[in-house]
Each structure stands twice: as structure tokens, then as C-alpha cells.
């Protein structure tokens, strides 16, 4: 099977930075998407980033110029630097990718278990 484990969570104070890193193992034979979302108790889970296999990136406007994605695709793995934390971003980050187990052409969605992060002063 397939995992995603994300690290880099934690507590920083509003204007720091902070890097999380997502990386996919088990049976891959090639990784499409692979995206950030993030979730608190009161919001609905929500996209924050996702680049493409080409490289391609979008972002959602609350982080756009604060957040960027970007993808080791030899190592499998995601990361998302995140600059000038603010209070609202505080939530449970989860990676996300869509992965094909065989050269089928079927992708599969996954997720992580998440990681927390917290921006407080």
C-alpha cells in the first residue's frame, strides 16, 4: 500500500516561518497530484496549495505570496515553506496525492494523518 507521513507541525509566533514536509512510500509506480490542505474545528477542510507532476502550482488566496509548494520528485516528496505565519493559519495541515500503484493509468487519492500547526503569540 501507499503512505504519506507528513513533520514540520509546531508552535511559532505570528510573522515566523515554519516548513512542512510530506513524503509518499509503499507501492508507487508515479505520483499526479500532490496538494496541502488544512482543516480547524469550525472550517471545512480547505485547499491551501497542489502542484501538478509538470511543476505546475495554484494556491489559495488567503496564503498566495506567503506559501509556496514544491516537490522532490526523486525523493517523493512534498513541502510547503510558509512564511509570515499569522494567527488564522493555525490548523491541521494534510498532504494529499494521487498515486498510481501500476502502469495501469488508474490514481488512487491519499491522505495523511495530518500535522498541526499553531501560530500564537
Known amino acids: 500500500q501507499v503512505q504519506l507521513v507528513e513533520s514540520g507541525g509546531g508552535l511559532v509566533q505570528p510573522g515566523e516561518s515554519l516548513r512542512l514536509s510530506c513524503t509518499a512510500s509503499?507501492?508507487?509506480?508515479?505520483?499526479?497530484?500532490m496538494a496541502w490542505h488544512r482543516q480547524t474545528p469550525k472550517k471545512q477542510r480547505e485547499l491551501v496549495a497542489i502542484?501538478?507532476?509538470?511543476?505546475?502550482?495554484n494556491y489559495a488566496d488567503s496564503v498566495k505570496g506567503r506559501f509556496t509548494i514544491s516537490r522532490d520528485n526523486a525523493k517523493n516528496t512534498l513541502y510547503l515553506q510558509m512564511n509570515s505565519l499569522k494567527p488564522e493559519d493555525t490548523a491541521v495541515y494534510y498532504c494529499?496525492?494521487?498515486?498510481?500503484?501500476?502502469?495501469?493509468?488508474?490514481?488512487?487519492?491519499?491522505w495523511g494523518q495530518g500535522t498541526q500547526v499553531t501560530v500564537s503569540s
Open positions: 494529499f496525492s494521487t498515486i498510481a500503484n501500476t502502469s495501469s493509468g488508474i490514481f488512487w487519492n491519499f
Open positions: 509503499g507501492n508507487i509506480f508515479k505520483i499526479n497530484l
Open positions: 502542484t501538478t507532476s509538470g511543476g505546475g502550482t
